[in-house]
């Protein structure tokens, strides 16, 4: 781009406006009202209001500088707007007017939710695409360095207190800690890393936000809305992970337990220093206030329980689904009565 005052040569137009503004000591609106503007009638809509300078290269708007708030304006943009689209979204459009059955929305739902669940669920799952791209032993070498950094930059947030914990996981191990619980926080099961490890029991402890971990919405939604850029990709992507752990951990006879953020929040509130886990010093009675708030958690807030609402028990892989059901009711019970033994050497 050349500056028509002292034919200078520019490669963009940015750089031609900073020289205007710095050697011609003029904005690029005055330059362009000198130099480019052949009449002086464009500055002005038909309404007889100023219109908006865009920039060097496109000039003045089309319509006056009030936009929607000019009635005449606003007449003309429509009566244009219509002249360009009217094959798309006028009368001579196929579609125009037409509505979909209950029926044919009920058809297309059921194609879509058949096809998803035809979908390979191992999609978004980096090990399965090397697989396929280089084989198995490329592919094994690639996932082992991929697990060792990931937990390495976990270790290091933790080194620097720079990992992340929801206040109700801060809150529930400090409750365990006063029952002289020991808890490593965060842990690993092979590729899969969980909250926390109650060295005590032997037993991992995975705190599931409903929202994130999908335990809100019915499975069929999951399924439906999945793809990528759907309204459910994230919750779909941790239900996967969540229930491909339980199914590792039954397999390889791992305590795991699972617990929800709604289940221990109706519960632990009940607890006089919840909202202030700092000071838990403070609060006399504790042990027993917290063992009476953890035999009264919420089982209706479970995971499993939430499982069973949102259908995921009538789904296509009966087997896993029930499997998994039954193991997350059995290992919460256990673990809460290990909580309930512990207690009682404490006192």
């Known amino acids: 781009m050349i500056c028509k005052i002292c034919n200078e040569n520019f490669n963009s137009l940015y750089s031609l406006v900073c020289h205007i503004k710095k050697y011609h000591k003029m904005t690029a609106q005055e330059y362009y009202d000198n130099n480019i503007l052949e009449n002086n009638k464009e500055k002005y809509a038909d309404c007889g209001n100023e219109k908006k300078f865009l920039n060097l ?24 707007v219509s002249k360009n689209h009217a094959d798309v979204s006028g009368k001579n459009n196929p579609m125009f007017g037409k509505k979909r059955s209950k029926e044919e929305i009920s058809k297309m739902r059921k ?40 937990w390495s930059t ?36 092979n590729r899969f890393v969980v909250d926390a490890y109650i060295v005590n029991f032997n037993y991992y402890i995975q705190i599931d936000g409903v929202f994130y971990h999908g335990l809100d919405k019915r499975y069929e ?33 791992i305590k795991l337990c699972r617990f929800t953020d709604l289940e221990l929040w109706s519960s632990l509130n009940s607890v006089n220093c919840w909202n202030n886990f700092k000071d838990l010093d403070a ?28 259908g995921y028990g009538e789904s296509s892989t009966t087997i896993e689904s029930t499997e998994i059901i039954k193991f997350l009711e059995a290992s919460r019970v256990d673990f809460l009565n290990e909580v309930e033994k512990q207690s009682s050497l404490i006192s």
């Open 57 to 80: 290269r496109d000039g003045y708007m089309q319509y006056c500088i009030l936009g929607l708030r000019c009635s005449d304006c606003q007449k003309k943009r429509n009566l244009n």
């Open 111 to 150: 194609t879509k939710l058949e096809r998803n669940k035809l979908r390979d669920r191992n999609d978004f799952n980096p090990y399965f695409i090397w697989t396929k791209k280089y084989g198995i032993v490329e592919a094994n070498k690639r996932e082992k360095k991929r697990r060792d950094k990931e």
């Open 154 to 189: 976990k270790l290091e947030k933790i080194s620097n207190q720079k990992y992340f914990q929801s206040n109700i996981e801060k809150l529930f191990f400090s409750f365990l800690e006063k029952l002289n619980i020991k808890i490593e926080v965060p842990n690993r099961i």
């Open 221 to 253: 939604d999951i399924l439906l809305f999945s793809k990528r850029g759907g309204l459910y990709e994230t919750a779909y992507r941790k239900f996967v992970t969540d229930r491909e752990l339980d199914l590792f951990c039954i397999r390889n006879n």
């Open 283 to 310: 609060t006399t009675n504790l042990e027993t206030e917290i063992v009476n708030a953890l035999k009264n958690l919420d089982i209706s807030q479970s995971a499993a329980e939430l499982l069973k609402l949102n």
